[in-house]
Nanobody
Framework: QVRLVESGGGLVLAGDSLRLSCAASDRTVSENIMGWFRQAPGKEREFVAA????????SYGDSVKGRSIVSRDNAQVTIYLQINNLRPEDTAVYYC??????????????????WGQGTPVTVSS
């Protein structure tokens, strides 16, 4: 079974930057769209970013657009998310995910079938 392991979360100050990583245990995910979602306490899971298999097309949620970069290294089977100018409202558990099947939107969590365990990010003001 393919495993996704996120890392890089932690406690940061508002205005800081953070780079999250997600490593997959199987190279087959290199052929799939990979994405990042986040979930704050009491809120629904929210789309953050996604990247196509070749890494040439990126999509971003409105909340991070313009201050985030999603990228991937298929040789390392790893996806990255950098968020700059962090805000307290960015506080959440961040999850990476793989979309292997179907034609659903890459911005919809229900389109993804593989999920990591999440890494918490807390932004202090």
């Amino acid at each position: 079974q393919v495993r996704l392991v996120e890392s890089g979360g932690g406690l940061v100050l508002a205005g800081d930057s953070l780079r999250l990583s997600c490593a997959a245990s199987d190279r087959t995910v290199s052929e799939n769209i990979m994405g990042w979602f986040r979930q704050a306490p009491g809120k629904e899971r929210e789309f953050v970013a996604a990247v196509t298999p070749g890494g040439n097309v990126q999509s971003y949620g409105d909340s991070v657009k313009g201050r985030s970069i999603v990228s991937r290294d298929n040789a390392q089977v790893t996806i990255y998310l950098q968020i700059n100018n962090l805000r307290p409202e960015d506080t959440a558990v961040y999850y990476c995910a793989v979309k292997r099947y179907g034609s659903g939107s890459r911005m919809d969590a229900s389109s993804y079938d593989l999920w990591g365990q999440g890494t918490p990010v807390t932004v202090s003001s």
